[in-house]
C-alpha cells in the first residue's frame, strides 16, 4: 500500500490543523494506520493509531485530549485532527500502515508515506 501525507503547514500555538494520509494499492481496510513524528536529531515518536474497522484508536500521552485520530475507509483516507497546539508538536509527521496495531504502537509498521511539516510558533 502507498500512503501520502498531508495537511502540515505554519500556525500559532493554539490553532488547530487536519492531517490526512491517503492510501492507495492494496485495501486499506485491512490495515491499521498509526500517525508518528520525528524531530531532527531524535526517535520517532509514536503520535496515534487506529485499527482497521475504526473502533479502537491510541494515543501518546503527550497527545491525548488535544489529538484525534479517524479514518474513512471510503475514501482510504486516515485523519490526524491536531487542535491546542503547541510549539513542542513543531516537527515531521508520517502515517504508516500494518495490519496489526499493536505493531504500531511500538514505532514499526509495513509502509510508510512521506512526511509532512508542522510548524507551531509562539
Known amino acids: 500500500v502507498q500512503l501520502q501525507a498531508s495537511g502540515g503547514g505554519l500556525v500559532q500555538a493554539g490553532a488547530s490543523l487536519r492531517l490526512s494520509c491517503a492510501a492507495s494499492?492494496?485495501?486499506?481496510?485491512?490495515?491499521?494506520v498509526g500517525w508518528f513524528r520525528q524531530a531532527p536529531g531524535k526517535e520517532r515518536a509514536f503520535v496515534a493509531a487506529?485499527?482497521?474497522?475504526?473502533?479502537?484508536?491510541q494515543y501518546a500521552d503527550s497527545v491525548k485530549g488535544r489529538f484525534t485520530i479517524s479514518r474513512d475507509n471510503a475514501k482510504n483516507t486516515v485523519y490526524l485532527q491536531m487542535n491546542s497546539l503547541k510549539t513542542e508538536d513543531t516537527t515531521v509527521y508520517y502515517c504508516a500502515a500494518d495490519p496489526v496495531l499493536s505493531v504500531l504502537t511500538t514505532g514499526r509498521g509495513n509502509y510508510w508515506g512521506q512526511g509532512t511539516l508542522v510548524t507551531v510558533s509562539s
Open positions: 487506529i485499527s482497521r474497522s475504526g473502533t479502537f484508536t
Open positions: 494499492g492494496r485495501t486499506f481496510g485491512n490495515y491499521a
